[in-house]
Structure formats: structure tokens, C-alpha cells
């Protein structure tokens, strides 16, 4: 499986200046600034209500910054992206996604429909070998070509989360971006998809998590941007914003950290 290896010398994967998003009467986001390169793995923690999805939606399109003061985001350089194209490029995984994803398609189906951006691959969608060999790699990559025949309604919800991901990975994006990834997921499932980010992380996919919850933060993960009422309240390494006196400023609440063999959790 090809993944694009990291460098300073290509524009950041995704980069935000001066945005500024209004939902309704409130305001989400305050005056963004970010970019995110390359191998830069990254953690983008908050509160409920900080401002993590928005920024998502932001990515996605699904949002749109004010446009003073002259707002720029940019994926790999550019402000102008199709949606086919754009799904190329970066492997968004949402909850809502997964989600819609719950359908009774085998496993291999599932994955293969991230070519046509569908839920499922339709008679009119023309599967190429070329398809289901990198469809096929991204499943042995993922763990689950074992169950490359099951529908996704017979499956675990770590298992599920797993053929999702696959789903992202089958155009070779150049990140792999994931909300909250462990929603609804039993231990062993968080588990094994904590391994999976691992291996994504080993194999050179840039990995841009976002989450409020710390478990999630693998090791490989070196960069973490805090978020507060719609701000970027610190942004830096992961030993320097996951502690007690930052955290307990994030979440507004007085918090105790442990870290251990590179996770960090805390109370």
C-alpha cells in the first residue's frame, strides 16, 4: 500500500487562517490559525461545544468561515477542491459516517464504495481489478480481510469502525482524519483500533485525530491543539498540553494525569 511520506517542503496538508465561523447567532470559531504538515501527526482535543466539530465541518464544507477578515483554508496548498477530489486527498471518518456505513454490505463492498463516495457499490458503478486489489490491501493493512464477505451488520462495532476506515484509505490519502474514533467502542474494540493507528501511523499515513478523550492519543501522536469556546487555547507538544494544570484549564475542571507506555489518561 502506497501512503505519501512526510516533508516540510509541500504545503501543509491543511491550513486555516483568520476563520471565523458563525452558526446561527453563535459564534463556533474565533479566528483560527493552523496548519498541519505532513507526518505531523496531531491530537485536536476540547469540550463538548469547543469548537472540534465545526472546525471538522469547516474541512468538510459542510461549514463556511465569514468572510472578513479574508478567511483562507487550505487543503495540500489549495482553496478550490471537488468534493470526489477532495475525498481523494484527506480519509475523513466520522461517527456519522460509520454510522450510515451500518448497512447489510459484505465488508468488501463497503470498502470498495469509498471510489464512488456511496454506501454500498450500486450496478452502475464499474469495479475495476485495480479496485479490489487496493481494497483487498487495505483490509489484510486494517486486519479485517478475514471478514472481507460479512455484512457490516454482523460485525462488531470495532470491526465495523475498522472496514470504515479501509472505506477512507482505498484512494491513498494523504491523512487520515478521525472524530472521536472510539464513540461507542468497548475497550477491546478502542483496543484494536488504537493498534490500527499504530500501524497507520508505522506505515507513514499522517494521522489528524480529533477527540476528548485522551486514551485515543496514541503514542505516534506528537502535536496536540487544545481548543476553548471556539479558540485555539494552546497548541504544542503532547507532554507540555496534556498536563494536570493545562488540562484542567481545557475542561474547566480540576483533573489528575497518569501517563503510561506513551497514553495518557486522566480524572
Known sequence: MAIAQSGRARPPILEFRNVTVDRGTFRAL???????HAGEHTAIVGSNGSGKSTLLKVLTR????RLEPQPQVRILGKEMWRLYDLRAALGIVTNELAEKCEQP?????????GFFGSIGVWPYHEVTP???DKARQVMELLGIDWLA????????????????IARALVHDPQALVLDEPANSLDIQAAREL????????????TIILVTHHLPDIIPEIGRVVALKRGRILADG?????LSAGML???????VEVVETSGYYHMW
Open 130 to 132: 485495480a479496485m479490489e
Open 105 to 113: 454490505y459484505p465488508v468488501r463492498e463497503t470498502v470498495l464504495s
Open 149 to 164: 464477505d460479512r455484512p457490516m451488520t454482523a460485525m462488531s462495532s470495532g470491526e465495523q469502525r475498522r472496514a470504515v
Open 248 to 254: 484542567s484549564t481545557i475542561f474547566d475542571t480540576p
Open 237 to 241: 507538544p503532547k507532554q507540555q498540553i
Open 30 to 36: 474565533h479566528d483560527i490559525n493552523l496548519a498541519i
Open 62 to 65: 459542510e461549514c463556511y468561515p
Open 194 to 205: 488504537r493498534r490500527t493507528l499504530q500501524r497507520l501511523a508505522a506505515a507513514g499515513m
